[in-house]
């Protein structure tokens, strides 16, 4: 059946092809996907579907801002080298002509992809959220006639229409279920469960957890998933307010909420709250289930707290982490890079010495590069603290220093080239795990994620460093004991 495009879409779909040719690819990072050109927030609709990993996002093709949502497009073999397809969505029917919001994706039964995500229509003063369904073969999607198929008056009593969004769509037992954002006069940020025989029509199951002005007051684009014995709802909450938690800092934030499920009467026990990523750029992050059983979740690496176009010159703004797979440990969610990584690794450097004062690491130059560094701890009980500073020439420098009496680890970019008076620094708990301290970083031209410890904290940071300032360097207080692995990233 042929495709009815709209003029909308066929406008951006010839607007991103034409404009794209624009952008180097010097200017884009390596293996963290950006927009085909303007602006990109959450990642929407990852899933594998024939052979290749989709990965959609909020998308406004014609600005670096934020403006009516469309949804952009991008495929992959490996999830780490991206191919643009045309946009998929346009906000241009009654149901969404404000908007295309966030959503998922899933394969049907006669093999087709379904997205479910949030059509906004009403008016900016009463704007109205609800869930909509488009169908198609994995580049051309045709949206249903009947749209909106989840409005909000099928919530129950005390929900709004002004805050309905992010549906995650799954199949369990035959039947489809989704998640979706909702608000609540008394509760606040609530999540609520859909179920459905054909992923089409839904009716409302129950509320999994809500806010209450604990974590914020709404949260968007939740995830729900079991891993390893556990039941996880990720949650994306606005407005932070203060928290008894040390950890999870006011305003934007993306948690994991670990319990238990019964799905027989559908309760989720929220048992503990954790923040994902304790980097500046790290929000709304979406999973997906790999051929071979692996939890991958991407995010965008970015923040609303943080994000502002006006300093970098490019034609595009805003990112997603590179996709990582998850484990849950000792009650703890984990994120390693996807292992696909390896396959790109090129050249390899090794060090082993014990490291006091300055060490200059001339071999270990290089802003593409996945480096890790190990500090035997037990044999360095004189070390007070380590520090690695990476992206470093001239004025610039990113540094990661961890403090021995503190058992603290310190993130700064202050002096990576920001000219804004935004968050710089984070400083997190790190304790040596069998008298090893295990740092991975991994360099991305100005994309920089921090695994410590395996993935037991991440942190998610852009700099903005020259590319010339591509500098690595150790220095010790006291003699430390370490080891050094690095490949560069082709
Ligand atoms: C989260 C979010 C979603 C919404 C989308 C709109 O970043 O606010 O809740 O669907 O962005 O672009």
Redesign the pocket.
Known sequence: MPYNRSEKLEQARAYEAREEKAIAAADRPRIHLTPRVGWM??PNGFCCYRDAYHLFY?YYPYETK?GP?HWGHAVSRDLLHWEYLPCAMAPDTPADGK?C???SAIELPDGRLELLY?GVSGTDKEPVQAQCVAIGDGTDFEKLAENPVLPPDRQPEGFCAADF??PKIWRENGRYYCVA?GRHKDNGGSIELFESEDARHWTFVTVLDASRDEYGLIW??PDFFSLDGKQILLV?P?SIGPTDDPEIRPGYAALALMGSYDPQNHRFTRESVRLLDAGMEF??PQTTLTPDGRRVMVA?MQS?ETCNDALRNHRWFGRMTLPRELSVKNGRLYQQPVREIEGMWREESRLTQTADGDLPLPAFHGRYQDLTLVLDTERSPDCKSLTLSFAQGGKYATRVRWEADRRELVFDRSRCGTRRDIPHIRRIPAEPVDGRLTLRLILDGDCTELFVNGGERVISVLIDTPAEADGVSLHSDGPACVELVRHTLA
């Open positions: 927030n959450d909020q934020w949502m908007g919001f966030s959503g949030t969004r992010d954002a968007e684009c994306s606005q929000y709304a965008w609303w």
